[in-house]
């Protein structure tokens, strides 16, 4: 609650990837999964600390219920947490990145892990098809963050057979 009290309306945890059941592959996507989270999520928050980081992930986030009604609480679809923070950044809402960690399951073999980023590719699809017009609000530095986060999964999904 410290971090509501700071000023945020939302805060999320970066993931720390695990494997349910130990595989080969499943060690290697951990090592993968780790690395992009410190990145993709540790480092971008760390650079935007001015304006505040803003995508969440569904698996650990907080936030007061007020601030939850205020911002219209669940779209009911396939990417709620992603369609929160986005209505979260339009509205000028500040979201803040926790220093623990929530634990993900990393998939085990290679058709579980494609199964789930098709998943994200639609999920930031629908997002892209959703905002992309009204992001341009935000000015055009957020609108290219915005856009970069939301075609990592698309774009992965396109390069591997």
């Not at 579980?112 to 000015?139: C, E, H, P, V």
Request: some cysteine.
């Amino acid at each position: 609650m410290d971090y509501l009290a700071a000023g945020y309306d939302v805060v999320g945890a970066p993931f720390l990837g695990l494997p349910k059941v130990s595989t080969k592959f499943s060690r290697a996507l951990t090592i993968l999964f780790n690395v992009l989270a410190m990145v993709q999520v540790v480092g971008r928050a760390m650079i935007r600390t001015r304006r505040g980081f803003y995508m969440l992930i569904g698996n650990n986030l907080t936030m007061l219920k007020s601030t939850f009604m205020k911002y219209g609480g669940l779209c009911h679809c396939k990417a709620d947490d992603i369609d929160l923070a986005i209505r979260v950044l339009l509205s000028r809402g500040r979201i803040g990145l926790m220093d623990v960690y929530a634990v993900t399951e990393v998939p085990s073999t290679y058709y579980a892990f494609r199964s789930q980023t098709i998943r994200w590719a639609t999920n930031d699809i629908w997002a892209l098809r959703k905002y992309a017009r009204r992001a341009l609000s935000m000015g055009f530095l957020n609108y290219i963050d915005l856009m970069l986060w939301l075609i990592k999964y698309p774009t992965a999904y396109i390069a591997w057979p």
